[in-house]
Antibody, heavy 123, light 111 residues
Framework: EVQLVESGGGLVQPGGSLRLSCAASGFTFGNYALSWVRQAPGKGLEWVSAISGSGGATYYADSVKGRFTISRDNSKNTVYLQMNSLRAEDTAVYYC????????????????WGQGTLVTVSS | QSVLTQPPSASGTPGQRVTISCSGS????????VCWYQQLPGAAPTLLIY???QRPSGVPDRFSGSKSGTSASLAISGLRSEDEADYYCSAWDDSLSGQGVFGTGTKVTVL
């Protein structure tokens, strides 16, 4: 059974930093690309970032480019999202999501989601 | 920003058929696959339809997807109370440097 468990969320002041982690199990971790998707309170889904199976290719939404960094440790079956220079508009539940392929491209899709971790940016 | 437009709400009585539309453009739906996700209240999204019209194992055949031009649709036939949820379409957008996009979401209410 595929499981994705996010952690690291919490309350942070504007301008601060936070690192989210997502521990995966139930599949061969290094064989699949992963994504982070967020959902602001009462709002829709917003794609944030993605990383290929090897970690050699990374992708970011324009809204977080230059502030967020995605990485993965295939020896620990864990993907990370380092979030710097946080803003109030980054407040959201952040979901870790597995893609159906090693690559992140137009033919792939998210097939499993974690339960999410809440990030609140407020003074 | 959502570049895929969905109606904010849809409703039906048990047993009815409900259809949700997802309108995009040539850079997303017009040239790429569409997926649909279901988000039950208080839960994470789950995959409902992939590659326009394919159902993952375990998804009832009451759910079906289609695509035509720059629009896609999700149909729920034989509506049940447990189908009350938010539904999101999603596609790759060629104009956004490898960014995936989601629809604005549709709340389905079972009357």
């Amino acid at each position: 059974e595929v499981q994705l468990v996010e952690s690291g969320g919490g309350l942070v002041q504007p301008g601060g930093s936070l690192r989210l982690s997502c521990a995966a199990s139930g599949f061969t971790f290094g064989n699949y690309a992963l994504s982070w998707v967020r959902q602001a309170p009462g709002k829709g889904l917003e794609w944030v970032s993605a990383i290929s199976g090897s970690g050699g290719a990374t992708y970011y939404a324009d809204s977080v480019k230059g502030r967020f960094t995605i990485s993965r440790d295939n020896s620990k079956n864990t993907v990370y999202l380092q979030m710097n220079s946080l803003r109030a508009e980054d407040t959201a539940v952040y979901y870790c999501a597995k893609r159906d392929s090693y690559y992140y491209d137009s033919s792939t899709y998210i097939d499993y989601w974690g339960q999410g971790t809440l990030v609140t940016v407020s003074s | 920003q959502s570049v895929l437009t969905q109606p904010p709400s849809a409703s039906g009585t048990p047993g009815q058929r409900v259809t949700i539309s997802c309108s995009g453009s040539s850079s997303n739906i017009g040239s790429n696959y569409v997926c649909w996700y279901q988000q039950l209240p208080g839960a994470a999204p789950t995959l409902l339809i992939y590659r326009n019209n394919q159902r993952p194992s375990g998804v009832p055949d009451r759910f079906s997807g289609s695509k035509s031009g720059t629009s896609a649709s999700l149909a729920i036939s034989g509506l049940r109370s447990e189908d009350e949820a938010d539904y999101y379409c999603s596609a790759w957008d060629d104009s956004l440097s490898g960014q995936g996009v989601f629809g604005t979401g549709t709340k389905v209410t079972v009357l």
